[in-house]
């Protein structure tokens, strides 16, 4: 089972090339939902929300950025890291556009990221970490249920549904496996699980999340 330091900075930003949705980001509480709880068993959230995680790491001093490029004097949007916030919502917005129109918003990113001190070291490892550390906590909350169905892309349709207890399409109860997305991942928890077993299999569920997330290829890679 590989570390948490096995979540580098570039799978970060592929997480963020291949998942950021500005609507789990729009506000603080909804951002912490998806940064603690995944959002509709979606574990991509916690990257969904990952300007919102960026200020959570600055106040708490565990991360030293800046916030002034690409854009020096960006209008205030409540205690987000402006630049980043901004940079990720505009490049959702072009998210289902053409490749190159999608690679130019993904390009302001970059600059965001480069440019106001994302490439030390040490934010760099504390971001991870932090991801890392949010990932196993999605997935630790099933400890007390018989099993976790990590799903990091799903049907866009697909919603949790507390009567049936399962992950369901347009209110019905039973979704064909082909209409899943093939990203899925279960782990078996069991009530007579020790502490260590249930530790294994958490992070044998992080890392799924590594490789079910990083299964959806772009059409080429994201720029270094």
């Known amino acids: 089972m590989e570390p948490w330091a096995a979540l580098d900075w570039e799978t970060i930003k592929s997480f963020l090339w291949i ?8 506000g603080k509480k909804r951002a912490e939902e998806c940064i603690n709880d995944g959002v509709y068993g979606d574990v991509l959230a916690v990257f969904e929300s990952f300007s919102h995680l960026i200020w959570d790491l600055m106040q708490d001093k565990k991360i030293t950025v800046t916030d ?3 854009f020096p004097r960006p209008p205030e949007i409540g205690k987000v890291h402006n630049n980043l916030f901004l940079c990720l919502q505009g490049y959702s917005e072009h998210f289902n556009e053409s490749f190159s129109q999608r690679m130019e918003a993904w390009q302001q990113v970059g600059k965001c990221l480069e440019g106001n001190g994302f490439n030390k070291a040490d934010n760099q490892n504390a971001i991870c970490k932090a991801v ?22 799903a049907h866009s349709d ?57 299964a959806e290829i772009p059409p080429q890679p994201p720029p270094r």
């Open 68 to 70: 002034n490029t690409p």
């Open 158 to 214: 697909m919603r949790y549904n507390v009567e049936n207890g399962g992950f369901s399409k347009r209110g019905s109860a039973n979704i064909p496996a082909l209409e899943f997305s093939p990203q899925m991942w279960l782990v078996n928890f069991d009530s007579g699980d020790t502490e260590a077993v249930r530790t294994v299999k958490t992070q044998r569920g992080v890392r799924a999340i590594f490789k079910l997330a990083a």
């Open 19 to 26: 998942g950021y949705d500005t609507r789990w980001a729009g």
């Open 132 to 153: 890392y550390d949010a990932l196993t906590n999605f997935v630790s909350k099933a400890w007390n249920s018989s099993n976790a169905l990590i799903i990091a892309k």
